[in-house]
């Protein structure tokens, strides 16, 4: 919240042109916080405060700032002062950058680069968005397992202001291939004249090019690794990933999840202030559209009844009711399922296993509200009508919660992603299966009970 | 996958007394993944295993192990076994465990511990669950800004086997006060003789003991920090949460609030596999039942519009289609804006902002799923019904929209997790609504029509 208050502060002082109140004001913040306000400034402004920093420290705030904003400053910034930033921003950021810039300004900066940056950028920004090579970075340090720990150190204080992180050290041979770690911690206490080939660990969790950066984030959690090392398809070292990274990584698939699960298709960065109307209408429309084709089964279904309906019209009061609560309890086991194959707590062969304690605790479910809408039943209809409401909601809860648990897997099993079973969807499918019942167990009782 | 072939053997060969196989199919294993070996097994076997390794590494294996088998293996364990486990293991995991033992385990192991380690685990283990405090160790490194960047270093080496991490070193005064911190690269690129008050960060991310745990996780993300100091109401440093509790935490919140949509209660870390009928039973009901009587006021409208709907049962058709595409639309809203609320890239006061924005998109989507739907209704019911059909379907959409962006900023108003505005609950709101605006519309236009 302070920080919403420094920048109305900054941007009055920017306002009255008085650019010294507003950098005293920005001085004191951390860069990540900085950065934020840099973001939420005009282009102009924003280029115009940036400017007033040392260039290491320019390139390191610029690489916080959001990335639509960096589109706009690169735009205004001279191509000596993109060049510059080119030169000093982390490995990865600039590749991301590199992809956001238009073919021009490409070629307006990379003349002015050294050639072993422009073969890093290129290198870097050539894999495919969402694989672990476009979040990994090129500034690790990699030594030879010849050296001594001291000699490591020794190079390790050479490269640091360069590396991502320093605290964990990659081996590699001749031809790049990774064939040990060891961290600083462990270098720090080992004899001064032992070789890290003595040392190193051998085995090296670590992940390709073109996994997918879940995983990649997956294996920093699971192994609790500062940084996890990415190899080409000949085991070549080619990059690392950072744990800050993972946890970047782990909030996207978060929000990536939470959209899937409520019908929103889109990337997950996407910022919805700043959104515009189409693109927030394309996230919603498919969705919706395929919805109402499943809630027509229903409308089918009610048709088809149209004649018990007409000679008792107080069945459709519990309509919404009872249809309503399959579709419930369904995202419920739905969410509780996508999760527990998402963590990997449950598998595929775990299905009848699952199906077995659902059938239990949907019954158990089913009976608890059926209790609670018989009476309403029994005030609005009499016996008759109670007893098709209670039996009828026994049957949809079951079949609702089987339907919801049991989607997650079949998608699974068609290598789909399990969060596709979104509420709305399950709802469609269970609305339509509550219609059917319904009036089916309707039909029967009343039948009986004429 | 692969696991799951090597827990197999494993199985076969504790079932078989043959410990050696098993150790052999074990050893290669880095620890996180023969923790989750050992926690599939039965208690039993899972310490005739863990025996077999030396206690050092028992204790850091043990770390890995799930809470309930942790539990179990305790149970098993005779007292100098249980002593030396506490001796070793990590200080935030063995608060956890001594949290979960029971009184007489208690008892039987504090006379064993050193003076010094009692009370940090009984200082650890008295912070209340969800706060920095009970995630946080007390193994880090702090020094006084006295000494040099070489005797600093020293130190560093010396306490590096028990610290659980030294690569961010914590600056404090004779009373404990956190006064810098500086990281273990800054100080190995310092000249050797430069004192660490001269040369450390002084304003120092840090949070407090009751802090809540997401707001820890969402410092170390925020500011990609290797760990962050935890002080007490006196400033004093008492423990530091590491980047790798982060990331756990981040997963914990993300399916938390992927529960709170589903609209399931409950701790996020339950196993769904291991949680019995009765914890999935009280996961469920209370918020099935709520929505029960949000549904009970969908019925009441229904039964006040039963002479329209006698007079034209084909309306009944087109119920569930219209009032789920309202509770569709307004999930979709809802989960986009609990997402931006819950990352802070929306705030209170964009409410109004985000609202014209929601019109206009809402306004579109229901207009294009009016077309849809409105020759669906000529055929069904002539144009009369089609221009209902058509008018309620913009409405409801527009509607449900609303109703789904605006119920978390409400949510959040009241101090309430917006998450809360579960799919569920948005589509019983969203029906009671699309049902009395299916049928006014109805009431007006076919009056007009006659």
Known sequence: MELDLILQEVQTAAANNDWQSGMELLRPLPVPDLASI???????????????????????????????????????????????????????????????????????????????????????????????????????ISLSGQLTATEALQRIRQEAPDAETIYQIYIIDEQRHLIGTISLRDLLLAPPHQRLSQMMVTDVIHCRVNDPQSEAAHFIAHYDLISLPVVDEDNKLVGIITHDDALDVTQEESTDDQMRLGAVDGDPTVSLKEATIGTLYRMRVFWLVILVFGNIFSGAGIAYFEGLIESMVALVFFLPLLVDSGGNAGSQSATLMVRALATGEVRMRDWFLMLSKE????????????????????????????????????????????????????????????????????????????????????????????
């Open 38 to 140: 840099l973001s939420e400034l005009d282009a102009d402004t924003a280029l115009n405060f940036l400017r007033r920093y040392p260039a290491k420290e320019q390139s390191s705030i610029f690489g916080y700032i959001n990335p639509a904003k960096q589109s706009a400053l690169a735009e205004l910034m001279s191509r000596s002062e993109l060049t510059q930033l080119f030169t000093l921003m982390d490995h990865d950021e600039r590749a991301d950058l590199y992809n956001r810039l238009s073919e021009e300004e490409r070629l307006s900066i990379l003349p002015g680069l050294a050639h072993a940056e422009r073969e890093d950028i290129r290198q870097l920004a050539s894999y495919e968005e969402g694989t672990a090579g476009a979040i990994m970075t090129s500034a690790y």
């Open 359 to 450: 059938v239990t605790v949907a019954f158990l479910l089913g009976i608890s509200m059926a209790a609670a809408v018989s009476l309403l039943g029994l005030v609005r209809g009499g016996p008759e009508l109670a007893l098709v409401v209670a039996i009828t909601m026994v049957l949809i809860v079951l079949v609702g919660s089987l339907i919801g648990m049991s989607l997650p897997f079949v998608l699974t099993r068609f290598k789909l992603d399990p969060a596709s079973a979104s509420a709305p969807l399950i709802t469609s499918i269970c609305d339509a299966a509550g219609v059917l019942i319904y009036f089916n167990v309707a039909n029967i009782i009343l039948d009986l009970a004429v």
